[in-house]
């Protein structure tokens, strides 16, 4: 026979089961139906969101510079509420969402900078009052990070922990991230996670990724040899040396930029042609002779660590095995920077929330490397907290609307400000309740 104080305890486990379960019940249906005011709310702040990227874009600010950028940033995280940072390295800004609740931090970054006339100018993009342009699509990127900014203040009683939104300065120069990190930005912050997004060619309601790698990385290789009468030899040597390094067929599809979005060669493609390369800038080669030495350099890119870790042991054995081994005084790197490299874990994850919350469809696995220089410093902060990279499209193919950045017709249709600020909203959401 069970006793009363058994029948007591058990009744109490039973109702503190039930009771967990309606609570557990209820906060489902609260993140689910948090995903629906997310979407509400960025409607809803939509045109002002539009007005805020049209400012950005009719004053830009190139590396460095971005003054004006960064008080305006001020400006508005302290309107929402937010503890703000500023002048981190230079003109960076960090906003802190702070819930009052334990849990996860999580950071999301966007960069500043524009691009200065000098290096580039387009026709269509006239609307800039400085000598410079956001043919880049950074004043998109601070316009989402602020639209997320916005919305999560307003669910912040549905969440918990903390979100740091970094403004970087200079990204444009590789120099912002850097800068930031070496100014303290991680004595103010200290995130779990971090996040950003770039605008990419797609349209306006895809976003794209990939684990690992995104971008090819490049170094500049040198070979230094002692002065001799060998000199012309050598150089010609070494030339061809660092050239048959080498493993793409110089009629190869892999040269036209239209290829990195061919379905069947391209970059979302599993059988792209774009991964597993190394080729050699042939443009690049720079001889120099002092009275002691002459080097040969040259600008190598690559799609994976390996390929750029055996590169310099490949190049010493076969000069130690030549006739001017005598004279080799070293081969080594001589400019490195750190590559963007998406934490693999977090990738699945990311594309998982997304997908479950808008859609399968609305997202681009990427399978290659891309090989055309490009990159980004945001490298800087993920080899100090591991995060995820993602392109946002900002196309309209139907208006001739093509937002390849640095391209000379670079356009954006401004509706990819609410596919960024939704996504990327619900994916903090999902992360911080992980």
């Known amino acids: 026979m069970v006793s009363k104080e058994k029948i007591n305890k058990l009744t109490l486990s039973i109702l503190f089961i039930f009771f967990t379960c309606i609570s557990y019940s209820q906060n489902v249906k609260e993140i689910g139906n948090i995903h629906t005011n997310i979407k509400k709310q ?44 500023k002048n981190i390295g230079g003109y960076g800004v960090v906003g802190i969402l702070d819930t009052g609740k334990k849990g996860k ?6 960069d500043m900078d524009a691009v200065s006339l000098h290096h580039h100018k387009t026709e269509k993009n006239t609307t800039s009052k400085n000598k410079a ?4 699509g950074h004043d998109i990127n601070m316009t989402v990070a602020l639209g997320i900014a916005e919305v999560l203040v307003s669910q912040k009683e549905q969440l918990t922990g903390k979100v740091y939104f970094i403004f ?8 912002g991230a850097k800068a930031m990190i070496d100014d303290g930005l991680f004595k103010i912050i200290s995130p779990n996670e971090i996040y950003g997004c770039h605008i990419g060619p797609m349209p306006t309601n895809i976003i794209s990724t990939k684990p690992e790698w995104m971008f090819a990385d490049y170094k500049t290789v040198t070979i230094s040899f002692k002065n001799s009468n060998y000199n012309e030899e050598i150089k010609t040597y070494s030339k061809k040396l660092i050239s048959d390094l080498q493993n793409v067929a110089p009629d190869c599809k892999f040269w036209n930029p239209n290829s990195l979005g061919d379905p069947n060669i391209g970059l979302a493609n599993p059988n792209t042609i774009f991964k597993n390369f190394l080729f050699v800038n042939q443009n690049s080669f720079n001889f120099k002779e002092t009275n002691h030495q002459t080097t040969i350099s040259a600008y190598i890119g690559a799609s994976t660590k390996e390929q750029l870790k055996a590169v310099i042991p490949t190049l010493k054995k076969k000069i130690l095995n030549s006739k001017y081994a005598q004279k080799l005084i070293n081969v080594q790197y001589t400019y490195e920077r750190a590559n963007l490299y998406n934490d693999k874990s977090l990738t699945q994850k990311s594309l998982k929330h997304v997908s479950d919350i808008y ?36 196309s309209n193919f139907e208006k001739g609307i093509i937002s390849m950045p640095h391209a000379p017709n670079f356009q954006i249709d401004e509706t990819c400000i609410k596919t960024g600020v939704t996504y990327f909203s619900s994916l903090i959401v999902e992360r911080l309740s992980n």
């Not at 600010?61 to 305006?72: D, F």
């Not at 342009?133 to 880049?136: A, G, L, N, P």
């Not at 970087?168 to 120099?175: A, G, I, N, R």
Request: aromatic residues 12%; proline residues 4%; glycine residues 8%.
């Open 168 to 175: 970087q300065p200079s990204e444009e120069s590789y120099t």
């Open 105 to 110: 931090s999580i950071a999301w970054r966007a």
């Open 42 to 85: 960025t409607n809803s702040i939509f045109d002002n969101l539009v007005s805020i990227r049209n400012d950005f874009h009719k004053i830009p600010e190139v590396s460095g510079k971005e003054k004006r950028t960064s008080k305006k940033i001020v400006q508005h995280l302290l309107s929402l509420g937010l503890k703000v940072k």
């Open 133 to 136: 342009q956001h043919i880049c």
């Open 359 to 394: 859609g399968a469809k609305n997202i681009v696995l990427l399978y290659g490397e891309m090989p055309d220089y490009r990159g980004d410093d945001f490298a800087y902060f993920q080899e100090h907290v591991p995060g995820v990279y993602f392109y946002l499209g900002g």
